[in-house]
C-alpha cells in the first residue's frame, strides 16, 4: 500500500508558477512510476507527466510540454510538478498517482495503483 498527499496548489494570476509536491509513504517509492493528472471542473482526469522509477525518463501531455517539469527525489519519496507560464485552461484538481508497471510508458488512470487526494490549482486571467 502505498499513501500519496499533494501539496503546494493555490491560487496563481496567469503567467504565474506553483510548485507541486506529493509525498509518498508506504512501500519502495522508487519501485513506482510517478504521474501527475489533473481534472478540470466537468471534464474528465486527463494526464499531464509522468517519471520513470530513477527519474531519467520523463514524459508529457502536449498541452504542458515546455511549461511544465516533473521531478523526484527518492530519498525523500516526494515527487514534483514544477508548473510555470499557467493560463486559465491549468485550473483544475492536480492528482498525483503511482504505478507499479515494470514497463514505461503509460499515461492512462487505469495503470495507476495508487492516488492521492488531489490539490486545487486555480489560475485567475
Known amino acids: 500500500q502505498v499513501q500519496l498527499v499533494e501539496s503546494g496548489g493555490g491560487l496563481v494570476q496567469a503567467g504565474g508558477s506553483l510548485r507541486l509536491s506529493c509525498a509518498a509513504s508506504g512501500r519502495t517509492f522508487s519501485s513506482y512510476i510517478m504521474g501527475w493528472f489533473r481534472q478540470a471542473p466537468g471534464k474528465e482526469r486527463e494526464f499531464v507527466a509522468a517519471?520513470?522509477?530513477?527519474?531519467?525518463?520523463?514524459y508529457y501531455a502536449d498541452s504542458v510540454k515546455g511549461r511544465f517539469t516533473i521531478s523526484r527525489d527518492n530519498a525523500k519519496n516526494t515527487v514534483y510538478l514544477q508548473t510555470n507560464s499557467l493560463g486559465p485552461e491549468d485550473t483544475a484538481v492536480y492528482y498525483c498517482?503511482?504505478?507499479?508497471?515494470?514497463?514505461?510508458?503509460?499515461?492512462?488512470?487505469?495503470?495507476?495503483?495508487?492516488w492521492g487526494q488531489g490539490t486545487q490549482v486555480t489560475v485567475s486571467s
Open positions: 498517482a503511482a504505478s507499479s508497471r515494470t514497463s514505461w510508458g503509460t499515461r492512462r488512470a487505469l495503470e495507476y495503483d495508487y
Open positions: 517519471i520513470s522509477w530513477s527519474g531519467g525518463r520523463t
